[in-house]
């Protein structure tokens, strides 16, 4: 048979009725298309899609569920006089000696500068004077803070700069960024050196 209205050739098909499916979604149903009649156009079967190339990789497992990480015990808060029997620990430096020999030990927060005193030294500081006849070390240059381990520096935004001497390498700070500091180290305010102990 053809369609009056384009002239293609319509092919029947025996009715085809579908097998007894029950309705989706607790029973609700939709009303069937009635059919108008009138001749219809078939829409031309969609061409094949091409498979992706199978690889001769082997196909990935899907994961497995893990179990939420359980946190690990807190560490001590103090330090423990023995290291365990053949775990390495770094030495942690414990004290500064000043171009004069003066040797001050690194116990809680300690302001080094020329002149560290009032608002230049936060509470629960202490302001320890640098010897410096060349005023190369600012009022307040720069912050040890021993409550942490290892120790750290900070440059609190001093004139000439601070740098740290390790293995020969010389390493600028940058102002408010906390550096650790280890026995052997030699801390330069400016151009006034400071040895770590």
């Known amino acids: 048979m ?3 209205a384009c002239g293609q050739l319509v092919v029947q098909a025996p ?4 097998p ?26 969609p061409a094949p899609v091409p498979l992706p190339p199978i690889s001769a990789a082997p196909i990935a497992q899907p994961a497995r569920a893990v179990p939420p990480a359980v946190p690990a015990p807190a560490a001590p808060a103090t330090p423990t006089a ?8 770094a030495p942690i430096a414990h004290a500064v000696r000043f ?21 230049s030294v936060p509470t629960g500081f202490t ?13 307040a240059h720069v912050i040890v803070d021993a409550r942490v381990s290892p120790p750290t520096v900070t440059d609190l935004g001093s004139a000439n700069g601070t740098s740290i001497e390790r293995s020969g390498l010389v390493q600028a700070l940058n ?23």
């Open 99 to 119: 171009t004069s020999g003066q040797i001050v030990e690194l116990s809680g927060g300690i302001i080094l500068g020329r002149k560290p005193t009032g608002v």
């Open 2 to 4: 053809f369609c009056s």
């Open 20 to 45: 007894a499916v029950p309705p989706p979604f607790g029973g609700i149903t939709q009303p069937a298309k009635q059919s108008t009649g009138l001749p219809h156009r078939t829409a031309p079967a």
């Open 127 to 139: 302001g320890v004077v640098v010897p410096d006849d060349t005023r190369q070390v600012s009022r």
């Open 82 to 89: 023995h290291a365990a029997p053949g775990t390495p620990s």
């Open 15 to 18: 009715a085809f009725k579908a």
């Open 175 to 197: 102002e408010g960024t906390a550096a650790s500091l280890e026995p052997g180290d030699r801390l330069w305010l400016g151009s006034v050196s400071i040895d770590v102990l």
